[in-house]
């Protein structure tokens, strides 16, 4: 299985401000059609993950601007480019280049 | 944009087994997946397995190979994912989801709390 590493597991992080969360691959996650397969998800307290970014930096339906997703090969990068109230909750990477697995989850908190 | 809803909460002794329903709104029950996730206490998201809605083929973690079974009833808009022989450590929020695209899981069902105790 491809295992997923995110850093930090807790980030916190002051309202107004940038935040960055890291996500590495143990193995490439370019698949055989071209496409790499790494998405990020968030998950409130209480309710289900929702899709943020996938294929590395396309945001999802519904998404705002202030989340960007980058990366190639192993390294991937989520980055907030201004914290909200909203965005507390665990972030997880996720590969789905062959089969799917998740990264431990990161923490974003307020200060 | 399809919905999923899932059954109530469960509380199972261990050795039992469980089978927890996801439900699709009006909405073509067909040219999608459905995969199953699991969110244990205190650690991460975990995948399970997943059917294609339209021909039933099912694919599974090696984790859960011997002891998942994951089905779907297209007249009722319903998948299913059933786990046996169950212990304390499978207690769990479950989750089904759908994929638009490869990568995409989103939506995801509102999850399933399976409690196992003796």
């Known amino acids: 299985d491809i295992v997923m590493t995110q850093t930090p597991l807790s980030s916190p992080v002051t309202l107004g401000q940038p935040a960055s969360i890291s996500c590495r691959s143990s193995?490439?996650?370019?698949?055989?059609?071209?496409?790499?397969?790494l998405s990020w998800l968030h998950q409130r307290p209480g309710q289900p993950p929702r899709l943020l970014i996938y294929?590395?930096?396309n945001r999802f339906s519904g998404v705002p601007d202030r989340f960007s997703g980058s990366g190639a090969g192993t390294d991937f990068t989520l980055k907030i480019s201004r914290v909200e109230a909203e965005d507390v909750g665990v972030y997880y990477c996720?590969?789905?280049?062959?089969?799917?697995?998740f990264g431990q989850g990161t923490r974003l908190e307020i200060k | 944009q399809v919905q999923l809803v899932q059954s109530g909460a469960e509380v199972k002794k261990p050795g039992a087994s469980v089978k927890i329903s996801c439900k699709a709104s009006?909405?073509?029950?067909?040219?999608?997946?459905i995969h199953w996730v699991r969110r244990a206490p205190g650690q991460s998201l975990e995948w399970m397995g997943w059917?294609?809605?339209?021909?039933?083929?099912?694919k599974y973690s090696q984790k859960f190979q011997d002891r998942v079974t994951i089905t779907r009833d297209t007249s009722a808009r319903t998948a299913y994912m059933e786990l046996s022989s169950l212990r304390s450590e499978d207690t769990a929020v479950y989750h089904c989801?759908?994929?638009?695209?490869?990568?995409?899981?989103?939506?995801w069902g509102q999850g399933t709390l399976v409690t196992v105790s003796s």
């Open positions: 989801v759908t994929n638009p695209g490869l990568g995409r899981l989103d939506p």
């Open positions: 009006e909405y073509a029950f067909s040219g999608f997946a």
């Open positions: 059917i294609n809605i339209d021909n039933g083929d099912t």
């Open positions: 193995q490439s996650l370019v698949h055989s059609d071209g496409n790499t397969y």
């Open positions: 294929k590395i930096s």
């Open positions: 996720m590969q789905a280049t062959r089969l799917i697995t």
